[in-house]
């Protein structure tokens, strides 16, 4: 991967705050960042429907955790 400018402002701002936004066009390598700055955190994509409505439906079961 190549090493973006921005891995170390997500991280410092990710120490800071509960939530960070990451916005840039589509498929400029966000989730290929985020995965690797949080390779230890899970990884949900709500883009399958089927994830999607099982998030909807029941939320508490994704395996996400919000603490940094």
Known sequence: MIQRTAEH???????QFKAV???EPRQSGKTTLTRSVFSD???VSLENPDQRRFAL???R???LSFTV
């Open 9 to 15: 402002e997500l991280r410092q701002l990710a120490e």
């Open 21 to 23: 936004a990451l916005i």
């Open 41 to 43: 955190k899970p990884y």
């Open 57 to 59: 439906e029941d939320p």
């Open 61 to 63: 079961s994704l395996p």
